[in-house]
């Protein structure tokens, strides 16, 4: 018998699929999820929290940079790093979660997150110059990097794979929900009281997750099999044989290395899952998105659209109403038809943007040019450019759309799916910190970009990676819908067979 056979796990034999599938299906028809919903409500609060984070530059920046007091104004410069230093803070969070995960667990690491949260906006609020703004914006960063990695580890650990999908879509739903609540927020409050709202979602999370369990797989790592079993008895109701799904988690866990080491990397259970999480982080920061929403007001500004910080709120909308779109139909349409379509409507936005913002230089050459003739015969019949600003808005919409049906929710989701137990906490903090990094490359570098290479010239190059992400998905993304995380894993491994 050779290696793969002897260390193939029992769901995954051939001659048992059948059966182990009848045992599962009869087994989740028992299962109550109330209590599951709760404690997913809990966790998300935390991706509420960072929404508010990434939201809060938005509004805050153009009244920092009227503010009378010298000590706080900020230049073109010091906003930029405003806007793109919560990067920073997040990648480095990205790192300490996936230590923290793996030594206190899933529940405290989210608990304790709040702490930098809370702590960051406080500062903010009290700030007496730039450095006490950035230093609050790292903090809040921090936090929301821990939490992008924890939270959707954690829901993946405790949901069923019926529901899973759904589930881990809500991390998405409330980072945009979040953005939206910080623009809406700011039409009404000052950048100070802005901070202090922003500062009430953490606080929620920090006393909700009291209550809540820890996940049942990392008690099982950690040799506590009957707390795992209260856990399961918690989330999946009284009538569901907690025992059975305890069992089948632990079978798999025993036919897993307990540690990791380097040797592991030539596993492809290891670098294959490794390379499309992080691919995926990647080509997700350059489609553009963090740029277009934390300068949002800026690009509507140059769009001459009038009321660019209403705008930005209807944008916002979008987000949230797709991303919920996305997150009923995620365990009916699978991840990678989502994948596809948004990779291809945000390619085809993107495109249309960048021919937008050539069409207003073209007008702007042509009234400079023909001015002469202006002065001469009266207006001409040309529109101006303000006509052209719903172009911006469609385009802009499209775009938002396309990102909220896909690539916003599936890399959170699918990082949370793919990675075996041993290397779940390394495998995501790398992934976190790939996102974080080519955001903060993205958001700082995108007005040079505007610069260097024309507006037109930015949103094609963005449109020219949407299409790279099209392909990547097309070749190298599994479909994980109705898999359990254990099957997931095995497929990679090469040992699951239907």
Same mark, same amino acid.
């Given at each position: 018998?050779?290696?793969?056979? *002897?260390?193939?796990?029992?769901? &995954?034999?051939?001659?048992?699929?059948?059966?182990?599938?009848?045992?599962?299906?009869?087994?989740?028809?028992?299962?109550?999820?109330?209590?599951?919903?709760?404690?997913?409500?809990? !966790?998300?609060?935390?991706?509420?929290?960072?929404?508010?984070?990434?939201?809060?530059?938005?509004?805050?920046? #153009?009244?920092?940079? @009227?503010?009378?007091?010298?000590?706080?104004?900020?230049?073109?410069?010091?906003?930029?790093?405003?806007?793109?230093?919560?990067?920073?803070?997040?990648?480095?969070?990205?790192?300490?979660?996936?230590?923290?995960?793996?030594?206190?667990?899933?529940?405290?690491?989210?608990?304790?997150?709040?702490?930098?949260?809370?702590?960051?906006?406080?500062?903010?609020? !009290?700030?007496?110059?730039?450095?006490?703004?950035?230093?609050?914006?790292? =903090?809040?960063?921090?936090?929301?990097?821990?939490?992008?990695?924890?939270?959707?580890?954690?829901?993946?650990?405790?949901?069923?794979?019926?529901? @899973?999908?759904?589930?881990?879509?809500?991390?998405?739903?409330?980072?945009?929900?979040?953005?939206?609540?910080?623009?809406?927020?700011?039409?009404? =409050?000052?950048?100070?009281?802005?901070?202090?709202?922003?500062?009430?979602? #953490?606080?929620?999370?920090?006393?909700?997750?009291?209550?809540?369990?820890?996940?049942?797989?990392?008690?099982?790592?950690?040799?506590?099999?009957?707390?795992? *079993?209260?856990?399961? @008895?918690?989330?999946?109701?009284?009538?569901?044989?907690?025992?059975?799904?305890?069992? @089948?988690?632990?079978?798999?866990?025993?036919?897993?290395?307990?540690?990791?080491?380097?040797?592991?990397?030539?596993?492809?259970?290891?670098?294959?899952?490794?390379?499309?999480?992080?691919?995926?982080?990647?080509?997700?920061?350059?489609?553009?998105?963090?740029?277009?929403?934390?300068?949002? *007001?800026?690009?509507?500004?140059?769009?001459?659209?009038?009321?660019?910080?209403?705008? %930005?709120?209807?944008?916002?909308?979008?987000?949230?109403?797709?991303?919920?779109?996305?997150? &009923?139909?995620?365990?009916?349409?699978?991840?990678?038809?989502?994948?596809?379509?948004?990779? &291809?409507?945000?390619?085809?936005? *993107?495109?249309?943007?960048?021919?937008?913002?050539?069409?207003?230089?073209?007008?702007?050459?042509?009234?400079?040019?023909?001015?002469?003739?202006?002065?001469?015969?009266?207006?001409? !019949?040309?529109?101006?450019?303000?006509?052209?600003?719903?172009?911006?808005?469609?385009?802009?919409?499209?775009?938002?759309?396309?990102?909220?049906?896909?690539?916003?929710?599936?890399?959170?989701?699918?990082?949370?799916?793919?990675? #075996?137990?041993?290397?779940?906490?390394?495998?995501?903090?790398?992934?976190?910190?790939?996102?974080?990094?080519? !955001?903060?490359?993205?958001?700082? %570098?995108?007005?040079?970009?505007?610069?260097?290479?024309?507006?037109?010239?930015?949103?094609?190059?963005?449109?020219?990676?949407?299409?790279?992400?099209?392909?990547?998905?097309?070749?190298?993304?599994?479909?994980?819908?109705?898999?359990?995380?254990?099957?997931?894993?095995?497929?990679?491994?090469?040992?699951?067979?239907?």
């Amino acid at each position: 018998m050779d290696h793969d056979e *002897e260390t193939r796990p029992l769901l &995954v034999n051939d001659e048992q699929t059948e059966e182990d599938r009848s045992e599962q299906d009869s087994y989740l028809d028992k299962v109550k999820n109330g209590k599951l919903y709760m404690a997913t409500f809990a !966790a998300v609060l935390g991706p509420l929290s960072f929404g508010f984070v990434l939201g809060y530059s938005s509004p805050a920046i #153009p009244e920092l940079c @009227r503010i009378q007091d010298p000590r706080l104004q900020l230049n073109t410069d010091e906003a930029s790093w405003f806007g793109s230093v919560v990067t920073i803070g997040a990648a480095l969070g990205g790192l300490l979660g996936g230590w923290i995960v793996e030594k206190i667990g899933r529940k405290l690491s989210l608990m304790f997150c709040a702490i930098p949260f809370i702590f960051g906006f406080t500062i903010i609020i !009290a700030a007496q110059n730039h450095w006490m703004l950035y230093v609050g914006r790292v =903090l809040t960063g921090l936090a929301s990097g821990v939490t992008s990695l924890v939270v959707p580890l954690y829901i993946s650990e405790m949901a069923h794979e019926r529901v @899973r999908g759904t589930l881990g879509s809500c991390v998405q739903l409330m980072v945009v929900i979040g953005i939206m609540g910080a623009y809406i927020a700011g039409l009404f =409050l000052d950048w100070q009281w802005l901070a202090i709202t922003s500062s009430i979602p #953490p606080a929620l999370m920090l006393v909700f997750m009291c209550f809540m369990p820890e996940t049942p797989r990392f008690l099982l790592s950690q040799g506590k099999r009957r707390e795992a *079993e209260e856990a399961l @008895r918690f989330l999946r109701g009284p009538d569901a044989p907690a025992e059975w799904e305890c069992a @089948r988690i632990e079978e798999a866990y025993k036919n897993e290395e307990q540690s990791f080491s380097l040797a592991d990397l030539k596993d492809p259970g290891v670098y294959k899952p490794l390379g499309v999480g992080i691919m995926m982080m990647l080509l997700q920061q350059f489609t553009g998105i963090n740029a277009i929403m934390f300068y949002a *007001e800026t690009i509507f500004e140059q769009a001459h659209f009038k009321s660019s910080d209403v705008a %930005t709120v209807i944008v916002a909308a979008t987000q949230v109403v797709f991303t919920a779109v996305a997150a &009923v139909i995620m365990d009916k349409a699978g991840r990678k038809v989502l994948l596809i379509f948004s990779g &291809v409507t945000m390619c085809v936005s *993107e495109a249309v943007f960048g021919v937008y913002f050539k069409l207003t230089v073209m007008k702007h050459n042509n009234s400079s040019l023909t001015s002469l003739l202006t002065d001469a015969q009266g207006p001409l !019949a040309e529109q101006p450019p303000t006509d052209l600003a719903w172009l911006a808005v469609g385009s802009m919409g499209l775009f938002i759309t396309g990102f909220a049906l896909g690539w916003g929710p599936i890399p959170w989701l699918v990082m949370s799916e793919i990675f #075996p137990t041993r290397v779940r906490g390394l495998g995501s903090a790398l992934c976190v910190l790939t996102n974080w990094t080519c !955001a903060f490359i993205v958001t700082k %570098t995108f007005h040079n970009l505007m610069d260097a290479i024309t507006s037109a010239g930015t949103f094609w190059m963005f449109s020219g990676l949407c299409a790279l992400n099209v392909i990547f998905t097309a070749v190298f993304v599994p479909e994980t819908k109705g898999k359990t995380l254990e099957e997931i894993q095995a497929r990679f491994k090469g040992t699951y067979r239907r």
